[in-house]
């Protein structure tokens, strides 16, 4: 292998009688480096946004979520307390009770999903010392005023882009839900309850998965939905240094098929498929125009097995076997692909890091998740896409010169 990667090397860097070969040569290597480098970029921006939306669900949401296998609702008796308190790993839970309903402020309505919490849900969720606060506090119950902190997309339709930070001074919130039960077809009215609630705060749209959500406390969201001493789901909090998985797959086995037990993953494992296939896409994409790239190689490489044909005769003359000839040249195809690979990880790490330092490239349009274009390399993303360029590189590669250096018997049959 070093003799004819010896060859390969020097064919590379030594001057042809024909500029054009070097100058096509070069042109391959930078279609590829360009092909590599817009790789580099576009997996590491969608890494970024997915570390986002990873801290995100962190913030917003609990380690764990025990809900029913059947049905919506609950009663907090059926579900073992004790096992959640006694298994290892589990900091705290919270029950909640969650519905959609209809939140009214002035003469302004929009369908949002109520959330109603206990007292442990702040150490579960905690939402208020997280930073997705905008505006308020986390307290849903002060003295005898029940209360309620809404998402971002709430506050920003009831109060036309400002906040509803008013609400508590000139009115209150209604919800409205309809009743499950003893429903009058005489009196429609009376199949909607309404409660009424003060505005103790609103999230920021950080809290992407919670800008329509309204949080109240569990004894306002039992009147409103009629479900006394019911609930949804128990949010668990797992200890800090605690396997996550772990945990769950102790809470499953001992609360047993009637419950099931979802992490953050699965509780969003639709929108986590999304992103991977936007980014399995945008690699396959990006690959092929890779190929398309690399067929640039074909001509450089036709006209230096042309160019050197004298070389190869004498090659044949010494000795040489057919396999050596073609091993020359099927390096030399690879020494230009990675040429062009190794420019293009090196020009994309630049842009890349440029941006995590300078900021180069603004979000479009205001927004209080993140003002540049997220950026993460990470490791695997390089050599893969290293990986992948040189291997579309080696068979192409390989295919050309095959073709191109035919399979003889003897030295004196060589023909081009």
């Not at 705290?92 to 302004?108: D, I, M, P, Q, T």
């Not at 190794?342 to 349009?365: D, E, T």
């Not at 290293?386 to 250096?405: E, Q, S």
């Amino acid at each position: 292998m070093r003799l004819p990667l010896l060859f390969a090397r020097r064919y590379l860097r030594s001057k042809k009688s024909l500029s054009v070969i070097n100058t096509t040569a070069t042109v391959s290597s930078v279609a590829i480096g360009v092909a590599v480098a817009a790789m580099v970029i576009l997996l590491s921006v969608m890494n970024g946004f997915n570390s986002i939306l990873h801290s995100i669900h962190n913030t917003t949401e609990a380690d764990l979520v025990v809900s029913p296998a059947k049905g919506t609702f609950f009663t907090r008796e059926s579900l073992p307390q004790e096992v959640l308190g006694t298994t290892e790993g589990v900091e705290s839970f919270s029950f909640y009770l969650e519905e959609s309903v209809l939140a009214e402020y002035g003469r302004k309505q929009m369908f949002a999903t109520l959330r109603g919490v206990d007292e442990h849900y702040a150490k579960v969720v905690p939402l208020a010392d997280s930073g997705v606060m905008w505006y308020g506090e986390w307290k849903l119950v002060h003295g005898d005023r029940r209360r309620a902190v809404v998402g971002f997309e709430l506050d920003n339709i009831f109060a036309d882009g400002y906040s509803v930070r008013n609400a508590a001074l000139h009115g209150k919130l209604s919800l409205h839900a309809l009743r499950r039960e003893n429903i009058s077809s005489l009196l429609p009215m009376s199949a909607i309850r309404t409660v009424r609630v003060d505005h103790a705060g609103t999230l920021s749209d950080a809290a992407t998965e919670l800008v329509n959500h309204l949080f109240v406390s569990l004894d306002v969201a039992e009147e409103l939905l009629a479900a006394k001493n019911k609930a949804s789901a128990v949010a668990v909090r797992v200890a800090e240094g605690k396997s996550i998985d772990r945990v769950q797959a102790e809470l499953q086995k001992s609360l047993g098929e009637g419950w099931k037990v979802e992490n953050r993953y699965q509780r969003n494992e639709a929108l986590y498929k999304v992103m991977k296939v936007e980014k399995a896409s945008i690699f396959l994409i990006l690959l092929l125009v890779t190929l398309i790239a690399t067929v640039s190689i074909i001509g450089s490489l036709v006209m230096l097995i042309i160019e050197k044909r004298n070389d190869t005769a004498t090659l044949y003359a010494i000795g040489a076997k057919n396999a050596f000839v073609r091993k020359v040249f099927t390096l030399e195809g690879l020494l230009i692909g990675l040429r062009g690979a190794v420019w293009g990880v090196v020009g994309g790490l630049v842009v890349c890091f440029a941006q995590i330092r300078l900021g180069l490239v603004k979000m479009p349009g205001n927004t209080f998740l993140v003002e540049n274009y997220p950026v993460e390399v990470r490791l695997a993303d390089i050599v893969m896409i290293v990986v992948a360029v040189v291997a579309v590189n080696y068979v192409i590669t390989k295919l050309t010169v095959r073709r191109m250096v035919p399979k003889i018997d003897k030295p004196d049959e060589t023909r081009y």
